[in-house]
């Protein structure tokens, strides 16, 4: 009875530990998770800004070009 008593004590602290660890682990992918979600945010607004310019460039070049 008191190997028993041991024994459960060791597996229900073994037990909150990896719960513990689990957790963790859970916030750490949480935060991962939103880092990536920013930084595609921050990838397809320069995107966005880099084809307005482009097309701008374009757009004027054609001007230029018409009025030669």
Known sequence: SKK???MR???LGYKEGK???ISKLNKELEKFKKMVEESQN???NL???TTKSLEEIIK???SSSKVQ
């Open 4 to 6: 028993f008593k041991e």
């Open 9 to 11: 004590s060791l597996v």
């Open 19 to 21: 719960e513990g660890e």
């Open 42 to 44: 921050v990838y397809e």
């Open 47 to 49: 995107l966005d800004k």
């Open 60 to 62: 004027d070049t054609e």
